[in-house]
């Protein structure tokens, strides 16, 4: 299964590190980088998993943009 996503580059890198440390089997691409209008820094990437992984990578997803929010809002 593939999937690809758009976000901000501090979700990208805390999804990364959420797949390291959990050792899920993920493969993780980075296709583009671009600014946004607010001048963030935004990747799109893919990410190729097996179907009986979804939910475990959903939830790191949903981890690593908790994780930004926090980030972000203390900025």
Do not use: W
Request: hydrophobic share 40%.
């Amino acid at each position: 299964m593939i999937k690809t996503f758009d976000a901000h580059s501090v979700v990208f890198e805390n999804f990364q590190a959420i797949i390291q440390e959990e050792q899920l089997p993920v493969s993780v691409t980075e296709c583009d980088t671009y600014t946004d209008c607010n001048g963030d820094k935004q990747i799109s990437f893919c990410v190729e998993f097996e179907p009986l992984y979804e939910n475990r990578i959903s939830e790191a997803l949903n981890k690593a943009v908790s994780i930004a929010i926090d980030i972000i809002c203390e900025d």
